[in-house]
């Protein structure tokens, strides 16, 4: 089992940059696939970025690709969520996720969520 806490979001302007953490306890994301997924006020969960398990790979969502970058250090246990040129579109609480095995885009797979981190993007 594993308990993951997230950090870092804020209120920002359109073009701005954040960084979101998610710090876990108890395991090791290597041992899980880790994913970010976000939740506007309103709209399903939907998956942002992922951790492939066993392979290092990366994921991206058609929405985030070439502005978000997921990243992780592992001696800190920290996933990371580096967010560039935001848009008012890119508000929502967003939440890490982890589960065991192969990563997958359905927020309904995932066994273990932080708590969220609330991200607003004005414009």
């Known amino acids: 089992q594993v308990q993951l806490v997230e950090s870092g979001g804020g209120l920002v302007q359109a073009g701005d940059s954040l960084r979101l953490s998610c710090a876990a306890s108890?395991?090791?994301?290597?041992?899980?696939?880790a994913t970010w997924f976000r939740q506007a006020p309103g709209k399903e969960r939907e998956f942002v970025a992922a951790?492939?398990?066993?392979?290092?790979?990366?994921v991206y969502a058609d929405s985030v690709k070439g502005r978000f970058t997921i990243s992780r250090d592992n001696a800190k246990n920290t996933m990371y969520l580096q967010m560039n040129s935001l848009k008012p579109e890119d508000t929502a609480i967003y939440y890490c996720a982890a589960k065991r095995g192969t990563y997958s885009a359905r927020s309904s797979d995932y066994d273990y969520w932080g708590q969220g981190t609330q991200v607003t993007v004005s414009s």
């Open positions: 951790f492939t398990w066993g392979l290092g790979n990366t």
């Open positions: 108890g395991r090791t994301f290597s041992a899980y696939a």
